[in-house]
């Protein structure tokens, strides 16, 4: 039984954390912390947790209570894990970060997007990008963890069979994605309103979005061509789920993409390439800890059309960090990940 | 492990029974049948179920394969139970039906409400009405079991603290419900399409839903008065979830119906009473097996108004007739109903 | 051409205002008041007005600017009309208040529920309430017209029949009512974001809520007898749309609701009665000026139940405003309001 | 006044066409027809007509009744209007097809597309493809339009003007495009119910979908270069609206696109090009006859991003049906068509 603490319990990835962890039998979450919320039960703020945190209470951010922890999780906006990092690293502390602050190598790039300095460079060059398809053993001995983002994931395993075999124009990527809503968090802002964003749709951030200089990070050490990258994200009128469509120039002829995707995934616990003509459901990952990816050629032309499902708070951040923690740690690496999407 | 068989399973009671038999250590299901789907595998019809149950197809139902199951459920709509019910009943087959042919004692007031004869009515008196609250008992013995119906269990869940201590006026009680469209069943119908139901709200049945005849059954097991319920549900644009807002003159004066209710609910795994004050919603138990409840008494005046909520294809269905499964095999009631609701 | 100004123009009951007041022929607004979006143009912020309101822009409220306008609507948060009322009253402008400064004539009552004095009780007792298939002949020549809530009007509509012929028990009524979130308006809190209210139902306010001394009010009009009412709304995963399911004790035998509702409301625009048997769906008033109603009495019981639906922000707010403006200023009640509902 | 005939008036445009008609102040809608529902009151059917259309009963299909309008509306699945239509034709009436039968002047492309063939291709030759920001003039004079489908309505108005004027290569566009459930129709299917479409999100017909060849057809008139198009259509969990994002290499460094999207819609009463930056919003077009577009340049980059949002019920098919009713009968454009979009 490993001791966890999270840091910034309060929004969707910390409730979701703990949803996860509660069906973990080797984890046992011991600290929690909200300046804001500080004294509140867990289970006060999210009543989907009574009964089995009843105990759980939120605290002030202490680095002696968290240095007793095996693994600590950050579940808050960037700036804050960077903030900390350096004194638990210091105390040996494991960590996983959910959030951006360690996910991109070049800190002048991460200062551009996030718009503040990056306060321990050093840290970022020695923390490990946490996508398990990709990182599985550099995971299992890292210290630090940069949990990567939810578009991120889903890009990027889309992509990978294509790009590492070199069957498509690396300079010339196309990646339309949607969102559900709680990817965007749990703060009150108008923009994310019921009223506001309840029975439409629309794209934002088509100029620049945070996530295209960690994607193109991770698509560029896939291929050895130059990676060029237009990332349109979309906002859904449904809570959770990550869709993405990516588009791309293939430059072979005949070529069995399904079976290419199917190797590829073969031995993943948690990217399921469909049959052949799929198109998978957001709905089917619901909850689950699981990448859903179908390959499309169609018309026979020369786009190649990748379907990609994530729940945006599962695979795209909780469960992927239970993941991460589950490989640091030496544990099944699908231990409290095994539920199945809810449909309907 | 036990054999466990299904009949009818290509609908959304279907589904879920076998999302939640996946977590079940001591369960294995080894047969379910549909005539429409016969050869199709689950996992093709639901891929939320892919990587678990790769291997389960449809398959006609068959008496002989039934009957090697130590349980079967029947997930099908009103009349298909009591067609198959004296064989299998005949062979010793232990049978949790979902649907309503064995909730309601009175085969006449029955045969009303569903419009057709009862062909069984002497199974209808042995079979016990699975509400584990109530009946854990003669549960835990019996060959046929009812699982309740949705709008029921939440009803009477809510009503039973009141009524048992006649607190309440048991000839004018009022039972305003809502629940989501996944209630309405797996069909294709246009009442239940996305672009009818979704974006409104409606109420229906106000002349007479066939839960009625079951509240009212229950209810007057609670109570040596005169039971009468007016009951009007209405359609929620949501997939899934109950909530059941209740109303009924309190004779007593100042009274501790929040103690009442927990003193009530205390042992119970899947009865979560809310402190005073709450307002339970849907969501904290979509997906999960349980029922969170609130009292309240507005103004200080005398009606009562008692909020439930249940998620219809749980508590108020596949979960309550697994939790009826633990409880006929003496396993741990709470045996792979530890999911927590999803929030958000 | 009447010159009209809207005070709060940022909120939900300001841009439906705007979109309606778009297709009146005899109304033309000439300012808009936002102390927090001075200077923007209305179609920046909402831009479903672009093309139509290309030149208005928000201005500092103003007394001289709006003091020359025909009438001046106040679409602003309770506690704001009451404060600029004394001057523009002084001025001689008509005033439609959608707030709740002026609804309720016991001030001492409004105090203790708005949790403010009432700052001009004088003008509260001139002013009329203005629920035209009420007060229609009062409200044309009022100069302070208080626009009741949405909840009172889709209540006060479905019982007034009944209560006007002593048909029903006025100690004993039951509101159940549930509102789109729009309802809720247009501010930054996390209880009415997408990811908290999507996909999930409850009730709230049922310890007591703002509009149960306005309900009470008007029903007490409407009777002889001690109104005594037991309210309990609900929040809808949906923007619009308010349905009341209005429960009462008949003290008649056998009686012709269906033609009572029918002959009350024969000549009115926005009254519609559905025929007997009828769901109304909130759908079917969506953006449109319209209250539907459906009278049942369950099983022949002695308990009626009503089913009355509205458009919060049309017949429950902006469109009873406009509706009101007709008639103050002797235009056709229906101009500008003949937009049916949106299905699907 | 015109006399309006509408065959086939039981789905969602044809209620559509109804909800418009009944605002325009020249037409009247005196048949329509549904041989499924002869007899019934469309305001049975609707109820949001209710009081519009209280005499107004479905009829069977007689072409008799129908030459006697001036106009006719085929709102029915495609196969329908084409085997009417010669008898209506050789009798002088005007027809507006709503469905696909007359859109593709390559009827052997269509009959592969659509799985029949097309039994009167020479009608298919003289009918006009009624885009009116395209054929306007064509439209005017013409005895049958093919109303464009939804999704070519949008993805044609935001290529355009990067077509025309050569600025994009025409043999790599990629449509990704986003349809409301409305669009599949108001048919009893399985795949369309709330629980199975409700909060998730998926592509669909990547394969091939029937808008394809339409689609490629009207591109090919913009350009002399060799248009081909990768069009991935999208279902949302909601009602109503179209959201088309459209990528394509740019063949020119800067450029004034902005401009260029200004200029080419500044007389269009029905396609509004949005500030620059701006990313549209289905939900301000819902319910109304109206385009929005916006153009971006992501990064400086060679790829250009349209947005276009439309209301797939209204320019996406019933508003643009009027729009082409009025350039046919010389009536402004834009009478009945000036309602605005529904926010919130």
């Given at each position: 039984?490993?001791?966890?603490?999270?840091?910034?319990?309060?929004?969707?990835?910390?409730?979701?954390?703990?949803?996860?962890?509660?069906?973990?039998?080797?984890?046992?979450?011991?600290?929690?912390?909200?300046?804001?919320?500080?004294?509140?039960?867990?289970?006060?703020?999210?009543?989907?947790?009574?009964?089995?945190?009843?105990?759980?209470?939120?605290?002030?951010?202490?680095?002696?209570?968290?240095?007793?922890?095996?693994v600590?999780?950050?579940?808050?906006?960037?700036g804050?894990?960077?903030?900390?990092?350096?004194?638990?690293?210091?105390?040996?502390?494991?960590?996983?970060?959910?959030?951006?602050?360690?996910?991109?190598?070049?800190?002048?790039?991460?200062?551009?997007?996030?718009?503040?300095?990056?306060?321990?460079?050093?840290?970022?060059?020695?923390?490990?990008?946490?996508?398990?398809?990709?990182?599985?053993?550099?995971?299992?001995?890292?210290?630090?963890?940069?949990?990567?983002?939810?578009?991120?994931?889903?890009?990027?395993?889309?992509?990978?069979?294509?790009?590492?075999?070199?069957?498509?124009n690396?300079?010339?990527?196309?990646?339309?994605?949607?969102?559900?809503?709680?990817?965007?968090?749990?703060?009150?802002?108008?923009?994310?309103?019921?009223?506001?964003?309840?029975?439409?749709?629309?794209?934002?951030?088509?100029?620049?979005?945070?996530?295209?200089?960690?994607?193109?990070?991770?698509?560029?050490?896939?291929?050895?061509?130059?990676?060029?990258l237009?990332f349109?994200?979309?906002?859904?009128?449904?809570?959770?789920?990550?869709?993405?469509?990516?588009?791309?120039?293939?430059?072979?002829?005949?070529?069995?993409?399904?079976?290419?995707?199917?190797?590829?995934?073969?031995?993943?616990?948690?990217?399921?390439?469909?049959?052949?003509?799929?198109?998978?459901?957001?709905?089917?990952?619901?909850?689950?800890?699981?990448?859903?990816i179908?390959?499309?050629?169609?018309?026979?032309?020369?786009?190649?059309?990748?379907?990609?499902?994530?729940?945006?708070?599962?695979?795209?951040?909780?469960?992927?960090?239970?993941?991460?923690?589950?490989?640091?740690?030496?544990?099944?690496?699908?231990?409290?990940?095994?539920?199945?999407?809810?449909?309907?």
């Open positions: 039984m490993i001791r966890v603490g999270i840091v910034g319990g309060t929004g969707y990835t910390g409730v979701e954390l703990l949803r996860l962890l509660a069906t973990h039998p080797q984890a046992e979450v011991v600290a929690i912390t909200s300046r804001s919320e500080a004294g509140m039960s867990v289970a006060e703020l999210f009543p989907n947790l009574r009964g089995c945190y009843d105990e759980l209470r939120y605290s002030e951010p202490d680095v002696e209570v968290l240095s007793q922890c095996y600590v999780f950050f579940a808050t906006p960037h804050v894990a960077m903030a900390m990092m350096p004194e638990l690293v210091a105390r040996g502390v494991r960590v996983i970060d959910l959030s951006a602050d360690f996910r991109i190598k070049n800190t002048e790039l991460w200062a551009e997007w996030y718009g503040m300095p990056h306060s321990c460079p050093d840290i970022v060059q020695q923390a490990v990008y946490g996508l398990p398809e990709i990182n599985r053993d550099t995971i299992a001995n890292a210290q630090v963890v940069a949990a990567p983002g939810c578009y991120p994931t889903a890009v990027q395993l889309g992509f990978m069979p294509l790009l590492r075999h070199g069957l498509i690396p300079s010339r990527l196309i990646a339309n994605a949607a969102s559900g809503v709680s990817g965007a968090g749990r703060q009150g802002k108008i923009d994310n309103l019921f009223a506001e964003v309840g029975d439409s749709f629309k794209a934002y951030g088509v100029p620049g979005h945070r996530h295209l200089p960690e994607i193109e990070q991770g698509l560029a050490r896939m291929t050895s061509g130059n990676v060029n237009t349109v994200p979309h906002l859904l009128p449904m809570i959770r789920g990550i869709h993405a469509t990516l588009y791309a120039e293939l430059n072979v002829g005949e070529y069995d993409l399904q079976g290419l995707f199917e190797d590829t995934y073969r031995d993943e616990a948690f990217v399921d390439v469909m049959p052949a003509g799929s198109h998978p459901q957001t709905r089917s990952v619901k909850g689950a800890n699981m990448c859903r179908a390959v499309h050629r169609p018309q026979g032309r020369d786009t190649v059309v990748v379907l990609s499902v994530i729940d945006n708070l599962v695979k795209g951040a909780s469960g992927q960090a239970m993941q991460i923690m589950n490989i640091m740690f030496g544990f099944d690496e699908r231990e409290g990940l095994q539920g199945l999407g809810l449909i309907p």
